[in-house]
């Protein structure tokens, strides 16, 4: 069994000008299905198209046209159900929820009020070594994406594009447990994370493909723990939406504007208005958009075009099988197998790409020395070149070999890193450079104790020095070290400096 085990942070508090706070955070998250087509129709959803390009029939709401459910989608969704530990529902439905919107051209939008595809599950944010936020799940839903307006293209004009109409959303409901900015933060990079494990949706949230709806609350200290003993609602503060978040700094911005907002209104005797609202960057503020809408004004019903969603436990138990293992046992695994510390599971798991990688060097290695090299050396490199794992010059078997290299006595570890240059810029068979280039290390004592020699006859001053105080030693072994081209071991130069000079 791996340990999975960890404690609670503390919830955030924040001091008003009379009482302290706690903050009450939950989040509606769209992640965009990595579908090639759309949700009931076969239109491809490829970003960057040219306007109104990728719209079928359907999702232009031409008369007669009717809506085709895309397994593939309903798929990913029960992959990302099952990733994030919930319930199944055998049994699901779509529902009309109807407005008018100028991207809308159906006048309503396909979703699953009643009975989402998904129900309870939970996800684990890490919060630091050891620290981790249990956040429940209340549901998943599947629905339709809108199109998008154009506001500024034109400046009496609006235009519309319709290419995302109908792009299949998966839309994952929290419960109210996210105690902080930070935590909101992380939970939708953690939601992220385990989508791109699984391949579901690929979490780019600058090209909206993932995005939140923020509902923030604040209270007083015990109100949440009553909550969480009672389950009722009403314990805790009244909540504002701020819609649309695609940037983890602005979710945590938004968040610590709005908790101050609302403690004002409070302490000042008012009351908090449930409301609807818009984050500012420009201005790191939230503004009023609109008063809270509740689901019947929306006149949701049953969608008559599609029979209920019926699905097979089979053909769950056959995803369920197929699913790769996740962030959290695999950082688990990593911390027992491999002996690397919490901070480097993290980092070698947060892509499954980069966790392969280092699996790939570390196997049949010393596991501290890989997650070494693989996050100093080589994430250091990609990160500063801008480069991603699969981009990476240099293989994990390269690297691996220059481990060994470095394991067998061959080369140091700075001859190492020269020798990472040289692979990173040429390629090429590291031991082969090595030999090559005579890079290998000078063990013969032979060799080694002649340098030892010369510089001690160079430097009788400093023998005299050294010889009372043995912690100049050092000096000699950098003399040494300098004078063989860093080729010599240190390790031997070492120790022939301190029996020669005697200490
Ligand atoms: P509605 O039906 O009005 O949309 P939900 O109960 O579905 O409300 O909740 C919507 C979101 O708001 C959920 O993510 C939920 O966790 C969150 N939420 C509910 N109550 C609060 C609260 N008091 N403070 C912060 N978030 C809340
Ligand atoms: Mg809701």
């Not at 009643?114 to 939970?122: D, F, M, W």
């Not at 109409?165 to 902080?180: N, Q, W, Y």
């Amino acid at each position: 069994m791996l340990d999975l085990s960890f404690k609670e942070p503390e919830p955030k508090v924040i001091h008003g000008a009379r009482e302290d706070w706690e903050l009450v955070i939950g989040m509606e998250v769209h992640a965009q299905v990595a579908s090639k087509a759309k949700l009931f129709s076969g239109a491809s959803t490829e970003f960057g198209a040219e306007p109104n390009y990728n719209v079928a029939f359907v999702d232009a709401a031409m008369p007669g046209m009717l809506p085709v459910i895309n397994e593939f989608c309903v798929e990913q969704a029960v992959r990302t159900g099952l990733g994030l530990k919930a319930r199944i529902n055998l049994f699901s439905a779509f529902d009309r929820k109807n407005y008018f919107y100028p991207d809308l051209p159906q006048g309503y939008q396909i979703s699953q009020l009643y009975h989402p595809i998904v129900g309870e599950g939970e996800v684990l944010v890490d919060m630091g070594p050891g620290v981790a936020r249990r956040v429940r799940i209340e549901r998943i839903h599947i629905e339709q994406d809108a199109g998008k307006s154009i506001h500024d293209m034109d400046p009496d004009v609006t235009f519309v594009d319709l290419n995302r109409t109908g792009v299949a959303l998966m839309e994952i409901v929290s419960r109210p447990d996210i105690r902080g900015p930070e935590e909101a933060a992380a939970y939708v990079a953690k939601l992220r994370q385990i989508m791109r494990y699984l391949g579901t949706c690929d979490g780019n949230m600058q090209s909206g493909n993932l995005r939140a709806d923020v509902n923030v609350s604040v209270c007083r200290p015990g109100a949440y723990e009553r909550f969480r003993e009672t389950g009722d609602h009403s314990v805790l503060g009244t909540r504002c939406e701020i819609k649309n978040m695609n940037s983890l700094r602005f979710i945590q911005q938004a968040i610590d504007y709005e908790a101050r907002r609302q403690i004002a209104i409070l302490e000042d005797g008012g009351e908090i208005v449930q409301e609807t609202r818009l984050f500012d960057p420009n201005k790191g503020e939230t503004r009023s958009m609109r008063s809270k809408e509740e689901a019947h004004d929306y006149r949701y019903f049953p969608c008559p075009d599609l029979l209920p969603l019926e699905i097979e436990a089979e053909w769950v138990e056959r995803i369920a099988a197929s699913l790769p293992e996740l962030p959290d046992e695999k950082k688990a695994r990593f911390l027992a197998e491999y002996g690397v510390t919490e901070y480097d599971a993290g980092v070698l798991t947060a892509e499954r790409e980069a966790a392969d990688f280092f699996e790939e060097v570390a196997r049949g290695r010393d596991g501290k020395m890989a997650a070494n090299w693989v996050i100093n050396e080589l994430f250091g490199r990609l990160n500063k070149e801008g480069l991603s794992v699969a981009q990476s010059p240099v293989s994990a078997s390269q690297l691996g070999t220059i481990i060994d290299l470095i394991a067998k006595g061959d080369i140091s570890g700075k001859i190492a890193k020269d020798l990472f240059e040289i692979v990173w810029t040429e390629g090429g068979d590291p031991a082969e450079i090595v030999e090559a280039r005579g890079m290998k290390q000078v063990t013969d004592t032979g060799a080694i104790e002649k340098a030892v020699d010369e510089v001690i006859a160079a430097n009788p001053a400093q023998v005299e020095k050294a010889r009372e105080n043995p912690k100049l030693a050092g000096w000699f072994v950098g003399q040494v070290m300098k004078a063989t081209g860093g080729k010599a071991n240190p390790k031997a130069v070492n120790e022939i400096v301190r029996q020669k000079l005697g200490l």
